[in-house]
């Protein structure tokens, strides 16, 4: 089985609307997906639609923005509970955060290159949060680069000029929030330096001593070096392993199902999960 567990729609930053990105992952030839839109599970009913429509396992799920201090943390919280207030309520403050810092920082980049929020609003789909993805849309649409990945690198690097930082729980609290709600938390892309500053590896282990079921080992923000680095602090935590493309559209580089995550491991994370994988 070909198992992708971490993609983006239009609930989030992503270009493909949950539907679409489910019938572009069934033609990728993938044969489960998972559906982790930043801090709402606004799509998991059109994707649960899609999915039973096309014939593709769907893993309902999010990812939850943390911030410890100044680190930005994301932790992927597959099958949780959606009616869970705690954790709901969490994700909403975030979403609402994230919009104020987008604000901001649409600000301070508007007094050295085009930009205005009417840009930015401008190619953030319906319904929403707008983030950092959009911010770049509009960048590029106005000439400043030719793709996100090159204003991800430079202008809205995390640890830029015009990086501010956000309310949301620190990664420690996220992964008590996900448990509680029933959910499986699996940190994201653990070893991306290229996009800032990470956890230590002891910070790590003090998140598996607090529940903390994975890594997300197999990303292209890895190299292979740090890809061997995160599967031996696995192995020695007693944590999972997964891959995932982190797909977002047409917005980045990453392809449906360029790493993937083994049918053992999803067959473990659907074991601890409240909510069942859709089949």
Same mark, same amino acid.
């Given at each position: 089985?070909?198992?992708?567990?971490?993609?983006?729609?239009?609930?989030?930053?992503?270009?493909?609307?949950?539907?679409?990105?489910?019938?572009?992952?069934?033609?990728?030839?993938?044969?489960?997906?998972?559906?982790? @839109?930043?801090?709402?599970?606004?799509?998991?009913?059109?994707?649960?639609?899609?999915?039973?429509?096309?014939? %593709?396992?769907?893993? +309902?799920?999010?990812?939850?923005?943390?911030?410890?201090?100044?680190?930005?943390?994301?932790?992927?919280?597959?099958?949780?509970?959606? #009616?869970?207030?705690?954790?709901?309520?969490?994700?909403?403050?975030?979403?609402?955060?994230? #919009?104020?810092?987008?604000?901001?920082?649409? #600000?301070?980049?508007?007094?050295?290159?085009?930009?205005?929020?009417?840009?930015?609003?401008?190619?953030?789909?319906? *319904?929403?949060?707008?983030?950092?993805?959009? %911010?770049?849309?509009?960048?590029?649409?106005?000439?400043?680069?030719?793709?996100?990945?090159?204003?991800?690198?430079?202008?809205?690097?995390? @640890?830029?000029?015009?990086?501010?930082?956000?309310?949301?729980?620190?990664?420690?609290?996220?992964?008590?929030?996900?448990?509680?709600?029933?959910?499986?938390?699996?940190?994201?892309?653990?070893?991306?330096?290229?996009?800032?500053?990470?956890?230590? #590896?002891?910070? %790590?282990?003090?998140?598996?001593?607090?529940?903390?079921?994975?890594?997300?080992? @197999?990303?292209?923000?890895?190299?292979?070096?740090?890809? +061997?680095?995160?599967? @031996?602090?696995?192995?020695?935590?007693?944590?999972?392993?997964?891959?995932?493309?982190?797909?977002?559209?047409?917005?980045?580089?990453?392809?449906? *199902?360029?790493?993937?995550?083994?049918?053992?491991?999803?067959?473990? %994370?659907?074991?601890? *999960?409240?909510?069942?994988?859709?089949?």
């Amino acid at each position: 089985m070909r198992l992708d567990l971490h993609t983006h729609s239009t609930c989030s930053d992503g270009t493909l609307s949950p539907a679409a990105l489910v019938r572009a992952a069934s033609e990728a030839g993938l044969d489960g997906v998972a559906l982790t @839109d930043h801090d709402t599970t606004a799509g998991w009913a059109e994707a649960t639609e899609a999915a039973l429509a096309v014939g %593709i396992a769907l893993v +309902r799920g999010a990812e939850v923005s943390c911030q410890d201090g100044a680190l930005g943390v994301h932790l992927l919280s597959y099958l949780h509970d959606p #009616e869970d207030a705690p954790l709901r309520d969490s994700m909403a403050a975030a979403r609402t955060s994230r #919009e104020h810092r987008a604000r901001r920082m649409t #600000e301070l980049i508007g007094r050295d290159y085009p930009l205005t929020w009417a840009d930015v609003v401008a190619h953030t789909p319906p *319904g929403a949060t707008v983030g950092r993805p959009h %911010i770049a849309d509009a960048l590029v649409a106005n000439g400043v680069a030719t793709h996100r990945d090159a204003l991800f690198a430079t202008i809205l690097a995390n @640890d830029g000029p015009y990086d501010i930082p956000y309310q949301a729980p620190t990664s420690l609290e996220a992964v008590r929030l996900v448990l509680a709600a029933g959910g499986v938390p699996v940190l994201a892309h653990p070893a991306a330096g290229r996009r800032g500053a990470t956890l230590t #590896e002891e910070e %790590i282990a003090g998140l598996a001593d607090a529940g903390l079921v994975g890594l997300e080992v @197999d990303h292209r923000d890895h190299t292979p070096q740090q890809r +061997r680095r995160m599967r @031996d602090l696995a192995r020695s935590l007693g944590l999972l392993v997964t891959g995932a493309s982190d797909f977002h559209g047409t917005g980045k580089k990453n392809e449906l *199902g360029e790493n993937l995550t083994s049918p053992e491991v999803l067959a473990q %994370i659907e074991a601890l *999960g409240r909510t069942a994988v859709v089949r």
